[in-house]
């Protein structure tokens, strides 16, 4: 299984950014896929998990900031960012759940935000 993240950057506080996952397991469309970060000297905390079924959860802090998507035909997840600012600035890493509970992670891109 490999996850790899791609769409990391270095933007000004109120721009965009658009991370993608592409993840080569045979059982994509059955994974919940999500979005973590951390943040240095700060734990790894859930961003964004979306389901088979398409529910969507986030974390408070980016709520109606971020929207999380995925194609399960492209078996790949996405994270669409706006609104960025300096806390939101982490190594992003990408993980998927299989329907039989198995996880795997990616190896996360750099996001950095800049005031």
């Known amino acids: 299984v490999q996850l790899q993240a791609s769409g990391g950057g270095s933007v000004q506080a109120g721009g965009s950014l658009r991370l993608s996952c592409a993840a080569a397991?045979?059982?994509?469309?059955?994974?919940?896929m999500a979005w973590h970060r951390q943040a240095p000297g700060k734990q790894r905390e859930l961003v964004a998990s979306?389901?088979?079924?398409?529910?969507?959860n986030y974390a408070d802090s980016v709520k109606d900031r971020f929207t999380i998507s995925r194609d399960n035909a492209k078996k790949t997840v996405y994270l669409q960012m706006n609104s960025l600012n300096p806390e939101d600035t982490a190594v992003y890493y990408c993980?998927?759940?299989?329907?039989?509970?198995?996880?795997?992670w990616g190896r996360g891109t750099q996001v950095t935000v800049s005031s």
């Open positions: 979306i389901a088979s079924s398409g529910s969507t």
């Open positions: 397991i045979s059982s994509f469309s059955d994974a919940i």
């Open positions: 993980k998927a759940i299989t329907r039989f509970a198995y996880a795997y």
